[in-house]
């Protein structure tokens, strides 16, 4: 599909926006990266299984996979597909967990140690909690809000299926939390609420068809009302 059918797919202004941002050169590349289907990608949860092993047991299984060089505990799928990587004991008993690897790297970037008071200000589904406990090897104090309950629920069933034991979870809004903690935590990932614009992809349109500017301009009011909030939670 060329870019200029990609073009016509889009919302009009999300693709003028596009090339406000970037050189005219890059925009077709760009719009092609719209159409390109994701790998799945996942990390092994060394709460419950060590690399060493799960390496064995995608030998046994005959799970194929490519290594991610900047994060030895993340994989890429190469076969079989998602579906029946998730029949596995791997997947079921939390031993894998599927994420994207653009969400692994805020854990890896914030960079949690054993001791540490760490905040994760908008927590659910619970990819970046799970990570960061696992990163904290179930040590030190983890603090994971979530608002939606629907979402919250979520959040608590991963927390249980990856084995999670040093994170508290509160079904409440984050903004109100200064008052309780403020300057308390080491360190807070604010993986706030967005309007996945990274995620389009033109074919599946529920990806882009929800997307207007006034749900931009309410979602950065919110990410920076929730940016403000993470830094009065800093303890310097």
């Known amino acids: 599909m060329t870019s200029e059918e990609i073009e016509k797919k889009l919302p009009r202004k999300f693709v003028e926006k596009i090339k406000k941002i970037f050189p005219a050169q890059l925009i077709p590349d ?6 390109i289907k994701r790998p799945t990608t996942f990390r092994i949860n060394t709460l419950k299984i060590s690399r060493r092993e799960a390496l064995e047991e995608f030998r046994r299984l005959g799970i194929k996979v490519k290594e991610v060089l900047w994060y030895p505990d993340a994989f890429i ?25 653009s969400s692994m790297l805020p854990p890896l970037l914030l960079n949690p140690q054993s001791e540490d008071k760490v905040l994760d200000l908008t927590a659910a589904p619970g990819s970046k909690t799970t990570q960061i406990s696992a990163l904290m090897h179930n040590r030190g104090e983890v603090i994971a809000i979530e608002k939606d309950k629907a979402r919250f629920e979520k959040l ?46 033109i074919l599946r349109p529920k990806t882009y068809r929800y997307w207007n500017q006034l749900k931009v301009k309410r979602m950065a009011k ?15």
């Open 156 to 201: 608590l069933a991963n927390m249980r299926l990856q084995g999670v034991e040093n994170v508290k979870a509160y079904n409440r809004d984050g903004f109100g939390i200064w008052r309780e903690y403020f300057e308390y935590f080491d360190k807070v990932l604010v993986d706030a609420p967005c309007t996945s614009e990274g995620r389009f992809n």
């Open 77 to 101: 799928l190469t076969s079989p597909d998602l579906q029946t990587l998730s029949f596995t004991h791997l997947y079921q008993e939390g031993k894998i967990y599927v994420q994207n690897l």
């Open 222 to 236: 919110k990410q920076k009302g929730l940016i403000v909030t993470g830094l009065s939670l800093i303890h310097i």
């Open 30 to 35: 760009i719009l092609k990266t719209f159409a």
